[in-house]
T-cell receptor, first 113, second 116 residues
Framework: GNSVTQMEGPVTLSEEAFLTINCTYT??????LFWYVQYPGEGLQLLLK?????DKGSNKGFEATYRKETTSFHLEKGSVQVSDSAVYFC????????????FGKGTKLSVKP | GAGVSQSPSNKVTEKGKDVELRCDPI?????LYWYRQSLGQGLEFLIY????????KSGLPSDRFSAERTGGSVSTLTIQRTQQEDSAVYLC??????????????FGPGTRLTVT
């Protein structure tokens, strides 16, 4: 079936460190891929997306590239800030733009000053 | 513009009671989704409405759960005879299916349900 696996947290980094959160997926066809973020006390927000192979999504200094050959969509940021502390969810939509999202279990990131 | 709104924000109910949770999607969004977020299960899909099509109910965990969407806008999720394992945050999302933001789901703040 369709599924998303992301690295377990929590991840603790110092400010300005490099961040990678790994995400791999299993899906038939050509799903769309997403990263959502949930800041403390807030709702889920779309961070970035990619809809086809080799697409790179980017937002707020975060990037992720849709790699079909490795079925991955790893999230990266070159220099994290304390304000990036949140839970990050990788997700896929097996029907592209339609249908429900399938989420990974989330990775909690804490950034220390 | 206004985002997805949900009410109530918190609901405490006794085991065995029925509850109704409401979602008001972003105006013009034809697709509406319900998810459940709990500590043990992460984020689970419940049900999906798209326009006038029959809803995709494949994620509903039991027949105690039902949802409707009236007039293609507001949706209500009903849980009958609540059980303690129903305690979770219930999230609603909406999206449009065309244009540059096609498929991007926008989430409401959620309703935290506690069954005592």
């Amino acid at each position: 079936g369709n599924s998303v696996t992301q690295m377990e947290g929590p991840v603790t980094l110092s400010e300005e460190a490099f961040l990678t959160i790994n995400c791999t997926y299993t899906a038939t066809g050509y799903p769309s891929l997403f990263w959502y973020v949930q800041y403390p006390g807030e709702g889920l927000q779309l961070l970035l997306k990619a809809t086809k192979a080799d697409d790179k999504g980017s937002n707020k200094g975060f990037e992720a590239t849709y790699r079909k050959e490795t079925t991955s969509f790893h999230l990266e940021k070159g220099s994290v800030q304390v304000s990036d502390s949140a839970v990050y969810f990788c997700a896929l939509n097996k029907k592209g733009s339609q249908g429900n999202l399938i989420f990974g279990k989330g990775t909690k990131l804490s950034v220390k000053p | 513009g206004a985002g997805v709104s949900q009410s109530p924000s918190n609901k405490v109910t006794e085991k065995g009671k029925d509850v109704e949770l409401r979602c008001d999607p972003i105006s013009g969004h034809t697709a509406l989704y319900w998810y459940r977020q709990s500590l043990g299960q992460g984020l689970e899909f419940l049900i999906y409405f798209q326009g006038n099509s029959a809803p995709d109910k494949s994620g509903l965990p039991s027949d105690r759960f039902s949802a409707e969407r009236t007039g293609g806008s507001v949706s209500t999720l009903t849980i009958q005879r609540t059980q303690q394992e129903d305690s979770a945050v219930y999230l609603c999302a909406s999206s449009i299916l065309s244009g540059p933001t096609s498929g991007e789901q926008y989430f409401g703040p959620g309703t935290r349900l506690t069954v005592t």
